[in-house]
């Protein structure tokens, strides 16, 4: 069975300070992986994905996240934080096509400090 | 494009009252899927959808039945409301075969059972 771990449940960054969010999964095949993020009063909304390919995936809002096989590991990353990056993200495994489960870790909430 | 759709935003019921939460997607997307949210426990899966007129069990099904008589609505019921289905509940879609289950949001119902 896949699971997800995030084992940061809350992070505080200062506005401009580097982020990065910590993913890991466990999944015995070739992994599609997400991050979504969710505003307060939303639902989540995707940042990124990984196929296959670069290891390195650009996403929406200035996000990167980089897969690492032999870490087991999707870390999502941002160089400068925004006030409005403050949210709560998710990180996400898929086994594949076709497949109608999509397994989601408890998320991580981060907080910005002006 | 209106995405994903769901009503209502808000509901409060009695316990013992039974209400439908409908979901509405217009990307003609095959799967549909109902989770619920709850503090520190992420998006945990109550019954989802392959297709029209099929239905399956997810992670937490105890207390909901769903339907999907067209593709593009997914229906979720609760026939006898209980305190512990306070909950904010969020519908999603996806195309497998073409996003490797990449899953679209709606904006969520929050629910409170009194």
């Known amino acids: 069975a896949q699971s997800v771990t995030q084992p940061d449940i809350h992070i505080t960054v200062s506005e401009g300070a580097s982020l990065e969010l910590r993913c890991n999964y466990s999944y015995g095949a070739t992994p599609y992986l997400f991050w979504y993020v969710q505003s307060p009063g939303q639902g989540p909304q995707l940042l990124l994905k990984?196929?296959?390919?670069?290891?390195l995936v650009q996403g929406i809002k200035g996000f990167e996240a980089e897969f690492k096989r032999s870490q087991s590991s999707f870390n999502l990353r941002k160089p400068s934080v925004h006030w409005s990056d403050a949210a709560e993200y998710f990180c996400a495994v898929s086994s594949g096509a076709g497949s109608y489960q999509l397994t989601f870790g408890k998320g991580t909430k981060l907080s910005v400090i002006p | 494009n209106a995405g994903v759709t769901q009503t209502p935003k808000f509901r409060v019921l009695k316990t013992g009252q039974s209400m439908t939460l409908l979901c509405a997607q217009d990307m003609n997307h095959e799967y549909m899927y109902w989770y619920r949210q709850d503090p520190g426990m992420g998006l945990r899966l109550i019954h989802y959808s392959v297709g029209e007129g099929t239905t399956a069990k997810g992670e937490v099904p105890d207390g909901y039945n769903v339907s999907r008589l067209k593709k593009q609505n997914f229906l979720l019921g609760l026939e006898s409301a209980a305190p512990s289905q306070t909950s904010v509940y969020f519908c999603?879609?996806?195309?497998?075969?073409?996003?490797?289950?990449?899953?679209?949001f709606g904006p969520g119902t929050r629910l409170t059972v009194l």
């Open positions: 990984y196929f296959s390919g670069d290891t």
């Open positions: 999603a879609s996806s195309y497998p075969r073409v996003n490797y289950n990449e899953q679209f």
